[in-house]
């Protein structure tokens, strides 16, 4: 089955205006943009066809192809990745039996996440969708914690049942649970993880699904599926000692060069 990866990046991106370009340093010292650390990521993924990045933004394209990767230009009128990706893979000749959206701010993506992400669509015939979860650990069920408290998005949160089939995702903390865990300790709390494998049919049938109440809540473009009626597969994979971090807010910049630094990624 062939794959393509698609990475959306838009410049003008609501909370983080030009964040595709903002430069992250490394555990060397070596600064890249975030746009590159993303297609970095997607390159160093095994099984995969070809990659792209889906831009509606002349200073994104120029600073890709200063680095050989293939953009692929998009409306300005697509209003989420999922819908950016769609029309790349239409602009490219609807060829791709899996199209994974690599969302263009989560450069700490390790491969085998998006390796396990595709042998999960390909065992599971039923799944319209899949998309990573990793189980949260004391730390980090704390960390999302506080910033909800705080009154930041920080992480979203999945919940599934048998056979991994998602029951609803959001940007609260859910499920609940009033224990206390200790920083190395599993949680019942999933993290999830901003990336997603499409059959090229419900890729297809996306964009011309109205927003529905869930979405528009939430902000979280994988709900549209799901009230649509379309299974959602949640398929968990192992950090390995890799910390994972979505780039969201300014505030996240430290957060991420911390992480770099901690796991020497250069």
Same mark, same amino acid.
Not at 52 to 71: K, M, S, Y
Not at 107 to 133: D, K, M, Q, Y
């Given at each position: 089955?062939? $794959? ?24 060397? !010292? ?19 066809? =070809? $990659? ?6 002349? =200073? ?12 692929? /230009?998009?409306?300005?009128? @697509?209003?989420?990745?999922?819908? =950016? @990706? ?13 199209? +994974? ?20 669509? *390909? ?28 009154? *930041? $998005? ?8 048998? &056979? ?8 609260? +903390? ?16 999933? #993290? #999830? ?18 927003? !529905? ?5 939430? &902000? ?13 597969? @949640? ?5 390995? &000692? ?20 901690? /796991? &020497?990624?250069?």
């Amino acid at each position: 089955m062939s $794959v393509l990866i698609v990475i959306p990046a838009r410049y003008a991106s609501s909370r983080y205006p030009g964040k595709p370009l903002v430069p992250l340093t490394g555990a060397t !010292g070596a600064a890249q943009t975030l746009i590159e650390r993303s297609w970095r990521a997607a390159i160093a993924v095994d099984g995969v066809d =070809r $990659v792209v990045v889906a831009t509606d933004d002349d =200073r994104i394209r120029d600073a890709c192809e200063a680095l050989g990767a293939e953009v692929v /230009m998009t409306s300005e009128a @697509c209003g989420n990745g999922t819908e =950016r @990706c769609a029309e790349a893979h239409a602009v490219l000749g609807n060829g791709y039996d899996i199209v +994974v959206n690599l969302q263009g701010d989560a450069p700490l993506t390790p491969h085998w996440f998006i390796e396990g992400l595709v042998s999960g669509l *390909r065992a599971a015939p039923n799944a319209e969708i899949a998309t990573p979860v990793l189980r949260c650990d004391g730390a980090t069920l704390t960390g999302f914690l506080e910033d909800r408290k705080a009154g *930041r $998005v920080g992480g979203t949160t999945a919940v599934f049942g048998a &056979g991994g089939a998602a029951l609803y995702f959001s940007k609260e +903390v859910i499920p609940y649970t009033n224990a206390t865990y200790a920083p190395d300790a599993d949680t019942p709390v999933f #993290h #999830h993880v901003g990336v997603y494998a499409y059959r090229p049919d419900a890729l297809a049938a996306y964009p011309d699904w109205p927003i !529905g109440p869930l979405e528009q809540l939430e &902000g979280l473009e994988q709900l549209r599926f799901l009230e649509n009626g379309r299974q959602v597969l @949640c398929v968990e994979v192992e950090a390995k &000692g890799r910390q994972f971090w979505e780039l969201n807010n300014p505030q996240d910049v430290p957060k991420i060069e911390q992480m770099m630094a901690e /796991m &020497g990624l250069e």
